[in-house]
């Protein structure tokens, strides 16, 4: 399986890293109806695909952001709505690039070595259901290229839910 995924350092430019790694992530997740199992491969192919410090899925149950599969170290596991940049994302139902979350009201440090963030919320009958987090150990990693192709990847996970 590890033979057709991306190899981190093999491609320098990040739109062809994620032209590379989207179809791979499309074709690891077709056939498969467990959403776990395929919330997994996801996050372990963005963080590996990519290089992220950490990237996981939060999934809305009751009124909270409760932790799913993710890669990277030890994270937050419960996150209130409008909490941090995952619960903004979630309460304004948007996708959020922050550059520097030391800046961002109300952050949740759940690693101090996490200096930029981007989340986008995914939906389920019109409401939000989940958002996927993104971080880096770098400032202002994350720019309009990563929206749009992370986009693709929460538009996955849509169909999958």
Known sequence: MS???????????????????IPQITALVEGETDLVANLANIVAALKYGMDFFWVGVYLVKNDQLVLGPF????????????KGVCGASWQREEIIIVENVDEFPGHIACSSLSKSEIVLPFFKNKKV???????????????????????????????LI
Do not use: H, M, N, W
């Open 3 to 21: 033979e057709g995924i991306l190899i981190p350092g093999t491609v320098t430019g990040k739109k062809e890293k994620y032209d590379l790694l």
């Open 71 to 82: 890669q990277g170290p030890v994270a937050c596991t419960r996150i209130g709505f409008g």
């Open 129 to 159: 259901a989940g958002v996927l987090d993104v971080d880096s150990d770098k400032l202002a990693s994350f720019d309009a290229t990563d929206s749009q192709f992370l986009a693709q990847v929460t538009s996955l996970i849509e169909k």
